[in-house]
C-alpha cells in the first residue's frame, strides 16, 4: 500500500484479556518495527523483523509479548493477560532493509492506541 | 551501546524566533545514520532528515537546518524564523549501520511549542 496501515486505531479492553494488533506495511519493505509510545513518552522499541524473521526481539516487555510477521507482509504483535501498565500507542514502521537512500528511513503508521482498563 | 539524549523537554518561543534542539548522542561504532523525526498533533511520526556518519557536512532544507559535529557527538537541529506550524514533538534517533536492517534507539523527544 501507499503508507504503512495500523488495525485496530483504538482499542479497549479489559484487563487480562488477550489483543492482537496489526500491521500491513508499504509494499516492497522487507524491514518490519514496532515501538511503544507511554503518554508524553519517548520510543521504546519492541522487535524488528527481517522478512518472517525477528533478529532483535530485545525490546519485549515481558513473555506476555509476542509478535510474527507471514509473507514478509502482514505483522502482528500479540500481547497476553494485558495489563494497565500495557496502555500505550503501539507504532509499526517499515522500511527498506539494505541499499539507497532509504535505508533504515522508517516510514511509520497512525498507530494503535491501547487502553487497558 | 546505543543511547540518544535529548536534554531539553520542553522549549516554548514566540513566533519568527529561530530555535535550536539539541541532540547528543553514544555509540561504539564508527558507521552509524543519524535521524530526526517530527510528530505534530496528530500523532504521526515524519521523517526529516538522515545522516550518515562519514558525512559531516550541514545541511539546510528551507528553514530548517541540521549541524553534525562528531567530535562533540552532537547533532543539532535548527529552526529559522518559526512558524506556529512548527509545533510538534521532535525526536533524534541513531541506527548503527551494520548490513541489513537495524533498530533506531530514540531519544525522549523535545516538545517545540511556537507561540503567535
Known amino acids: 500500500g501507499a503508507g504503512v496501515s495500523q488495525s485496530p486505531s483504538n482499542k479497549v479492553t479489559e484487563k487480562g484479556k488477550d489483543v492482537e494488533l496489526r500491521c500491513d506495511p508499504i509494499?516492497?519493505?522487507?524491514?518490519l518495527y514496532w515501538y511503544r509510545q507511554s503518554l508524553g513518552q519517548g520510543l521504546e522499541f519492541l522487535i524488528y523483523f527481517q522478512g518472517n524473521s525477528a533478529p532483535d526481539k530485545s525490546g519485549l516487555p515481558s513473555d506476555r509479548f509476542s509478535a510474527e510477521r507471514t509473507g514478509g507482509s502482514v505483522s502482528t504483535l500479540t500481547i497476553q493477560r494485558t495489563q494497565q501498565e500495557d496502555s500505550a500507542v503501539y507504532l509499526c514502521?517499515?522500511?527498506?532493509?539494505?541499499?539507497?537512500?532509504?535505508?533504515?528511513?522508517?516510514?511509520f503508521g497512525a498507530g494503535s492506541r491501547l487502553t487497558v482498563l | 551501546a546505543q543511547k540518544v539524549t535529548q536534554a531539553q523537554t520542553e522549549i516554548s518561543v514566540v513566533e519568527k524566533e529561530d530555535v535550536t534542539l539539541d541532540c547528543v548522542y553514544e555509540?561504539?561504532?564508527?558507521?552509524?545514520?543519524l535521524f530526526w523525526y517530527k510528530q505534530p498533533p496528530s500523532g504521526e511520526l515524519v521523517f526529516l532528515i538522515r545522516r550518515n556518519s562519514f558525512d559531516e557536512q550541514n545541511e539546510i532544507s528551507g528553514r530548517y537546518s541540521w549541524n553534525f559535529q562528531k567530535s562533540t557527538s552532537s547533532f543539532n537541529f535548527t529552526i529559522t524564523a518559526s512558524q506556529v506550524v512548527d509545533s510538534a514533538v521532535y525526536f533524534c534517533?541513531?541506527?548503527?549501520?551494520?548490513?541489513?536492517?537495524?533498530?533506531?534507539?530514540f531519544g525522549q523527544g523535545t516538545r517545540l511549542t511556537i507561540n503567535p
Open positions: 534517533a541513531l541506527s548503527e549501520a551494520e548490513q541489513g536492517a537495524q533498530k533506531l534507539v
Open positions: 514502521a517499515s522500511s527498506l532493509a539494505s541499499g539507497g537512500a532509504g535505508a533504515n528511513v522508517l516510514t
Open positions: 555509540t561504539r561504532d564508527t558507521t552509524y545514520y
Open positions: 509494499s516492497g519493505h522487507t524491514a
